[in-house]
């Protein structure tokens, strides 16, 4: 099983023993280790992995899940 979960104010963390990550050219990337962190702020000098950067820029993430709210991915 994979999971994604948004850290607050940081990177989405990638759990799952399987998961692969590759470009926009079907070039994979090597995931070093398990959990891996993908950038959400867009600052990070290692995309698209985070490289902790977020935090040296304050980045702050608005979106939240809200529990019976209705929310649903955009298609
Ligand atoms: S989320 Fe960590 S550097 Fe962007």
């Not at 995931?31 to 992995?49: D, Q």
Request: hydrophobic share 35%.
């Amino acid at each position: 099983m994979t999971t994604i979960k948004l850290i607050k104010n940081g990177p989405y963390m990638v759990e799952g023993d399987d998961v692969k990550v590759f470009d926009w050219d079907s070039q994979q990337y090597a995931v070093a280790k398990h959990p891996f962190y993908l950038c959400r702020c867009g600052a990070s000098t290692n995309k698209p992995f985070c490289d902790g950067t977020h935090s040296k820029i304050g980045f702050k993430a608005a979106e939240a899940a809200v529990s019976g709210s209705g929310d649903k991915p955009a298609r």
